[in-house]
């Protein structure tokens, strides 16, 4: 077991969202904000936001609040954002282009340094920022030879365990599977899997509840 | 408040997953399961999976474990998707069409009926089962017309309120946002925002741990 607090990955989401709502307080000129109106913008109450940054230190001042700057920055090192990382996406369909161009997730430091894929029609295709689809026998060796921290899976469902081995035997750290499959990895490489389908669950269920209420 | 007892989004998180093996299982032809095994296939802990189940009743048989396909029948019901749903999608860029071409959630319910954009040169545009990229104009009477009970926004950012508030003029239940911007509704209208970015947020901070652990 890690010696490291577990923190509700809720908070970790809310952390994400403070920081989006900071930027745009520093945008419009704020220096300080209470957790009230902070709480007020991400449309939470003021006790939850005390809660999520307690966890990681005292960051207030009583009476005064925050420091919009310096919050940003201390949210930035806890969530690891404070350094760019390195993506490497396999599948170049609809879903992998629509992540290679996420324009958004390369402002905050997500960089797509290589883009993959086993279609003859597909590989040596120009890409933004003069990249070109790589075939996918080449994946190995780019992870290795560009740094590639993070591989992102947006293959079939049936190519997903594969591509996966590949980016483990170039030892990337993490990947973000959006194939409806789920992937197994040894301890050593961190897995997360993004299913549409089971969003798709939540929301429904939320729905129900809501319309039964 | 609501009266309906609060349940934990993980858990319908993990409700979800449940279901998706409870369906590999009847596939492989099993009948019955354990909690023991159904934790193990999700990779969690038995007392996790019985935490969960416990909040909605009393689904299984000491000593025998849960019946397999009456358990899927409960979990869809308790998600609503024992039934099928009517979904729009608005911004037929790479991630309406991802959204719209997904085959697994046509598979489990989810209906794409149709698809809007403002772009001329993708209105009319042919898609699968014979539909046409419909101009964003005519959303809010084809959603009445078609019984879109949840529309989808893969628009740009600066688009996306616009589109929402004709999904809400034309009486959607629920809303799922990919664009990276959050949507003002009224409470009558759920939504869900998909950030990409937030969802790299998390997986950096996990990494992190991973790292210092």
Redesign the interface.
Known sequence: M???QKIP??T??R???Y?RQLELLEFDGYRMVSSEKLAWLCQINPAQVRKDLGYFGEFGVRGVGYDVIDLQAQIKK????NRD?NLGIAGM???G???L??R??AL?G?KCVAAFDNAMDRIGMPLPGGMKVQDIKELKTTVRDLNI??GVITTPASAAQGVANLFMEGHV??I?NFA?TRIDSPNCC?V?N????????????????????
């Not at 806890?78 to 954002?81: A, E, K, N």
């Not at 993004?194 to 209420?213: E, G, P, R």
């Open positions: 890690s010696k490291v990955k809720a970790i989401t952390l994400s969202m920081y806890i969530l690891s954002v990382w369909g609809n879903m282009c629509a992540i161009l996420h958004n997730l905050r997500f921290e993070i750290n993490a973000l409806p961190l997360e993004i299913d549409f389908t089971v969003i798709m669950d939540i929301l429904t269920y939320k729905l129900h509840q809501k319309m039964a209420a």
